[in-house]
Structures are given as structure tokens and as C-alpha cells.
């Protein structure tokens, strides 16, 4: 069972339905775009299997991103130490805070990042740049795996620190993947089909969503999270990222050829 947002109980057979919904629904706005785009030619044919890809990546990306707000609160509640000063224990729902505030902070920053780069012909692709949001994502359930497996007390519990900048890392993944998903599909897509390729953007974003909540149900198990089905799923998860994110790379001048200088 899957808790609702709203404090209800969700069975994991209807989830794992919606799942195949909309992976249909994503399929089947695929195939229009696909046969669209080969009615104009090879140029726009290469430019949107080059935007398909990249659309299962994203799909990849969002499952493991969207722990923040499933697994990792089973994690904080269970797991974390969460005792401040003076007794005060810091709120499970608090730790959703730290995605939005590292947002702020780090934005400018990775902006500046990527222009210093630019000026020096050096900044990454569009697929590198998916890459490294995967390789961000992977490094934050590293940083997990290591909590779990060294940092774990008499009590079964790990500092709280690790979390917090579990959501972090992640935030720094999802500033290099997320803001250019949208450009990306706009020069990417054939421009009568525009609006309905943006439609397939977001819909990979629910097929991760939905998947997430799969893979939370799946780490916390029937009786709930232990320090031991959280290492075991987080460790799972990292491997997947660390993979997915090193086979982008490699595959990035293929797809930049495909793009045929989209940047």
C-alpha cells in the first residue's frame, strides 16, 4: 500500500495500473510525434528520436529525484536522528524545505557556472547536461549508502546531516537537468507540434513521478523502512543513476549529432 498525499491508503495494483496508463498515454504521443516528424524529413526524424531519448532519461531522473518526497520521509521518520538542542525534535515535513531554499541559493550559482564556461567553449551539452543531473542524483544516494552502512548507531538511527544534504545534492542535479528540458523541446520538436511535445515532457515527469512511488512502496517494504531495505534499495538506486548517467555521457556525440547543432 502507498499512502496518499491526502492520508488515504493507495493499493500498489492500482499504482502499478496508472503506471502502465501512462506509460501507454507517453507511448502514444511519441508515435504522433515520431510520424510527424518523419513527414519532414530526415533533419527533423533525427532531431526527435534525439528528444526521445532524452525524454527516458528524464523519466529515470524524476523516479529517484521524487524519493525526496516519499522514501526519504519514511527515512527521516524511522531512521534519522532528528533531536536538536534543548529535546527539540526537527519536523519529518521540514526536510522539504531544504529542496527550495538550496533552489535559491545554488541557482545564481550554477548559472554563473555555465556562462564562464560558455565564454570559454567549454560548457556541457544538453545531454551532458541531463548527464551530470543524473551523476547529481547518483551522488546523493551514495552519500545515503555511506550514512546506512557506516553511520548508523546503537539505536538503528543515522545524524541528521546526511539527509539534509542528500536533498541538496539532489537540488544540484535537478538545476542542471531541469531548466533546459523545456528549451530543449522547443528546438527540438517539429514547430507545428510544439505544444504536443511539451505534452510528452511532462508526461515523462509523471511517468518518474508515478514510478517513485512504486520504488518508495518497494524500499519500505510490507512492514516499513529498516536500515537494512533502505540500504538495500538505496544502493540499487545508485547503481541505476551512476549507470544511466555514465551511458549519457557516452552516448552525448551521438545524440549532439542527432540534435544537428540545437545546443
Not at 496518499?4 to 502499478?16: F, K, N, Q, T, V
Not at 504521443?29 to 533533419?43: F, I, T
Not at 531544504?98 to 554563473?112: D, K, Q, W, Y
Given at each position: 500500500?502507498?499512502?496518499?498525499?491526502?492520508?488515504?491508503?493507495?493499493?500498489?495494483?492500482?499504482?502499478?495500473?496508472?503506471?502502465?496508463?501512462?506509460?501507454?498515454?507517453?507511448?502514444?504521443?511519441?508515435?504522433?510525434?515520431?510520424?510527424?516528424?518523419?513527414?519532414?524529413?530526415?533533419?527533423?526524424?533525427?532531431?526527435?528520436?534525439a528528444m526521445l531519448v532524452l525524454f527516458v532519461f528524464n523519466i529515470l531522473f524524476w523516479c529517484f529525484f521524487e524519493q525526496a518526497g516519499s522514501s526519504f520521509n519514511f527515512l527521516a521518520e524511522n531512521i534519522v536522528n532528528r533531536k536538536m538542542f534543548g529535546g527539540w525534535e526537527f519536523p519529518v515535513g521540514w526536510f522539504?524545505?531544504?529542496?527550495?531554499?538550496?533552489?535559491?541559493?545554488?541557482?545564481?550559482?550554477?548559472?554563473?557556472?555555465?556562462?564562464?564556461?560558455?565564454k570559454r567553449h567549454m560548457e556541457p551539452s544538453i545531454p551532458r547536461k541531463f548527464g551530470l543531473g543524473l551523476l547529481g542524483n547518483a551522488a546523493a544516494f551514495l552519500l545515503l549508502m555511506y550514512a546506512l552502512g557506516n553511520l548508523v548507531s546503537a539505536d538503528n538511527h543515522i545524524p541528521f546531516w546526511p539527509l539534509a544534504m542528500v536533498y541538496v545534492l539532489q537540488t544540484v542535479g535537478e538545476l542542471c537537468l531541469s531548466p533546459i528540458g523545456l528549451s530543449m523541446v522547443t528546438k527540438l520538436a517539429p514547430s507545428r507540434f510544439v505544444g504536443l511535445a511539451m505534452g510528452g515532457w511532462f508526461m515523462s515527469i509523471a511517468n518518474g513521478n508515478n514510478l517513485s512511488g512504486l520504488l518508495a512502496a518497494r524500499i519500505s517494504g510490507e512492514t516499513g523502512m529498516t536500515v537494512a531495505s533502505a540500504l538495500k534499495g538505496f544502493t540499487v538506486s545508485f547503481w541505476l543513476l551512476l549507470v544511466a548517467g555514465v551511458l549519457l555521457f557516452l552516448i552525448a556525440p551521438l545524440i549532439n549529432k542527432l540534435m544537428h547543432g540545437v545546443k
Open positions: 500500500m502507498l499512502n496518499g498525499a491526502l492520508g488515504y491508503e493507495i493499493p500498489l495494483r492500482d499504482s502499478a495500473a496508472l503506471a502502465w496508463l501512462l506509460g501507454l498515454l507517453l507511448i502514444s504521443v511519441a508515435a504522433v510525434m515520431m510520424v510527424q516528424a518523419l513527414r519532414e524529413g530526415s533533419v527533423q526524424r533525427d532531431k526527435m528520436i522539504q524545505s531544504v529542496n527550495p531554499v538550496a533552489i535559491v541559493l545554488l541557482a545564481p550559482l550554477v548559472t554563473l557556472v555555465w556562462a564562464a564556461l560558455s
